[in-house]
């Protein structure tokens, strides 16, 4: 996206639609990551791509339950396929990186996958987290 725009693209009643006139997502996911101690940054080139990094102090009482994080990246994965999406949980003990990129070396294209795909990132996601969460 032109750099104009990128500075605007948070702004909620800023959006580049035409259906309606107010964009809350990107704002509503810096106002919590700054909410809870963490960090928003939106970076973009024009024919390079955007690049939305947002950082959440896990142990913050603001922060909002992130819910079925393994259904949400499979979703993410299967539904974006033009996307790199790269999801950090970090614990003081070790890290677990889930990034579409190093998925689509293993399994190909994951663009309407079909159930086994799916429940393979699930079952990989899940256990990883299992992993991280048990050394907490």
Do not use: W
């Not at 259904?71 to 999801?87: E, F, K, Q, S």
């Not at 677990?96 to 699930?122: H, M, P, W």
């Amino acid at each position: 996206m032109e750099e104009e725009v990128a500075k605007k693209a948070a702004d909620p009643f800023y959006t580049s639609r035409k259906t309606r006139k107010v964009g809350l997502g990107l704002s509503l996911i810096q106002l919590n990551a700054e909410r809870t101690g963490g960090s928003f940054k939106l970076t973009s080139a024009p024919g390079k791509g955007t690049r939305l990094e947002a950082n959440f102090k896990y142990s913050h009482p603001d922060r909002l339950p992130l819910g079925e994080i393994d259904d949400v990246l499979v979703l993410l994965a299967v539904g974006l396929p033009l996307v790199r999406l790269i999801y950090t949980h970090k614990t003081p003990s070790g890290s677990y990186c889930f990034d579409t990129e190093a998925i689509r070396k293993i399994v190909g294209n994951i663009q309407n996958s079909n159930l086994e795909v799916r429940k393979f990132l699930r079952e990989m996601i899940v256990e990883n987290l299992r992993e991280i969460r048990a050394e907490e």
